[in-house]
């Protein structure tokens, strides 16, 4: 069964060993966007963004996402509201993570609120048209949301 842990110190010692890649996913109703970040937890890439149809589908869809770069973890954008309580798809999130488990992997739930206004931000600066921001969006960011949770893991304090 996999760990799930709200905090970095908690999702890192559930990693095998300090660092390792791990995964950044944007969960919305329609797709699922996904994120890598590089072994030594430097920097998140935004890798792919993919259609959800049935869970069951979109299980077998990250379990080949996660083989074929050699994640070790996954973080999870949590969409909290903006006091920090749960909405609607807030449970739906904590929902999915739960039926990660049989991946076997440590997951975080991650704060997300302001991750999409970020990148919906960045893209319009960098002038990308609205149906190339729509595609690449969810991507964007999950890298966002793996970004802020690497760079939380690598400023913790060393264990003594």
Sequence with gaps: MALISITAAEFAAALPGHGGR????DVGTKTIGLATCDAGWSYATPAETFR??????????LKAFIAKHG????????????DGSDSPRT??????ARNLAPLGLPLLLWDERWSTVAVERAMIEADLSRAKRAEKVD???AAHILQGAIDALVNLPSPS
């Design 91 to 96: 449970q739906s999130v904590r929902a999915f």
């Design 52 to 61: 959800r149809t049935k869970f069951t589908a979109d299980l077998e869809g």
């Design 22 to 25: 791990l995964a950044g996913l």
């Design 71 to 82: 994640i070790v973890g996954l973080v999870v954008g949590l969409p909290l509201n903006l």
């Design 139 to 141: 991507a964007h960011a």
